[in-house]
T-cell receptor
Framework: TQLLEQSPQFLSIQEGENLTVYCNSSSVFSSLQWYRQEPGEGPVLLVTVVTGGEVKKLKRLTFQFGDARKDSSLHITAAQTGDTGLYLCAGARGTASKLTFGTGTRLQVTL | DADVTQTPRNRITKTGKRIMLECSQTKGHDRMYWYRQDPGLGLRLIYYSFDVKDINKGEISDGYSVSRQAQAKFSLSLESAIPNQTALYFC???????????????FGPGTRLTVL
C-alpha cells in the first residue's frame, strides 16, 4: 500500500513557468520532507516541515505542510532548467526514524 | 570526499548468484538504511539499523539480508539473485535531530543492479 501519493507523476514545462507538486496521504505525519534526485545520484534533502500549516521558502521554492499534517505541496516560481529532476516527498510518524516515501514527480524544464 | 559511499556503482549478475552491496559513511551517524528504487514506486525500505547491534526488516525484506559490521558500514546481500531484484539500490544514514522529533536522511549515490 502506497501511503503517500504524489501528483502529477510527470511534468514537462518551459523555463519561466510556475508549477505545483502535491503529496497526499490519508495518514497523519509528524513531519514531512522533500527531496530532489538527479540522474545517477541519490536524493538530496531540500526541506523538512514539522508544524501543520507551516510554510517554508527556499529561494524560488515554497513548501507547505497541510493544517492536518496529511498533505504537502511544493511550488516552484519561474522554473529553471536546473530544477529538472525527480521530486520525492517523505513522511515520518511520531518519533519513528523510518520514512515513507511518495511515488515521485519527475519534472522536466526546457528552454 | 563523499559522506556516504556505495560499492559497486553498477553490477550485472545472473540469476541465482549471491551479491553483496556495500555502504560506508563518514558522517558519524548511528542509523543506516537500505532502499530500492523502481520507476513509479519511489523508494521502498528493505532493512534498517539504528546501531551496530540493531537490525530491522523494512517493508520488502524478503530475498535480502544485511550485516552491520561497524557504525560506519552496512552491507546488503542478495542470497540468490532473481530478475525482479533488478533496481537501483540506495544506502542512507541519519541521526536524531534536536529533540528527536524528525529524521533527515543522507543518501549515497546508488548501485544499479541488473539480474539477468
Amino acid at each position: 500500500t502506497q501511503l503517500l501519493e504524489q501528483s502529477p507523476q510527470f511534468l514537462s514545462i518551459q523555463e519561466g513557468e510556475n508549477l505545483t507538486v502535491y503529496c497526499n496521504s490519508s495518514s497523519v505525519f509528524s513531519s514531512l520532507q522533500w527531496y530532489r534526485q538527479e540522474p545517477g545520484e541519490g536524493p538530496v534533502l531540500l526541506v523538512t516541515v514539522v508544524t501543520g500549516g507551516e510554510v517554508k521558502k527556499l529561494k524560488r521554492l515554497t513548501f507547505q505542510f497541510g493544517d492536518a499534517r496529511k498533505d504537502s505541496s511544493l511550488h516552484i516560481t519561474a522554473a529553471q532548467t536546473g530544477d529538472t529532476g525527480l521530486y520525492l516527498c517523505a513522511g515520518a510518524r511520531g518519533t519513528a526514524s523510518k520514512l515513507t516515501f511518495g511515488t515521485g514527480t519527475r519534472l522536466q524544464v526546457t528552454l | 570526499d563523499a559522506d556516504v559511499t556505495q560499492t559497486p556503482r553498477n553490477r550485472i549478475t545472473k540469476t541465482g548468484k549471491r551479491i553483496m552491496l556495500e555502504c560506508s559513511q563518514t558522517k558519524g551517524h548511528d542509523r543506516m538504511y537500505w532502499y530500492r528504487q523502481d520507476p513509479g514506486l519511489g523508494l521502498r525500505l528493505i532493512y534498517y539499523s539504528f546501531d551496530v547491534k540493531d537490525i530491522n526488516k523494512g517493508e520488502i525484506s524478503d530475498g535480502y539480508s544485511v550485516s552491520r559490521q561497524a557504525q560506519a558500514k552496512f552491507s546488503l546481500s542478495l542470497e540468490s539473485a532473481i530478475p525482479n531484484q533488478t533496481a537501483l539500490y540506495f544506502c542512507a544514514t541519519s541521526d536524531l535531530s534536536a529533540g528527536g522529533s524528525y529524521n533527515e536522511q543522507f543518501f549515497g549515490p546508488g548501485t544499479r543492479l541488473t539480474v539477468l
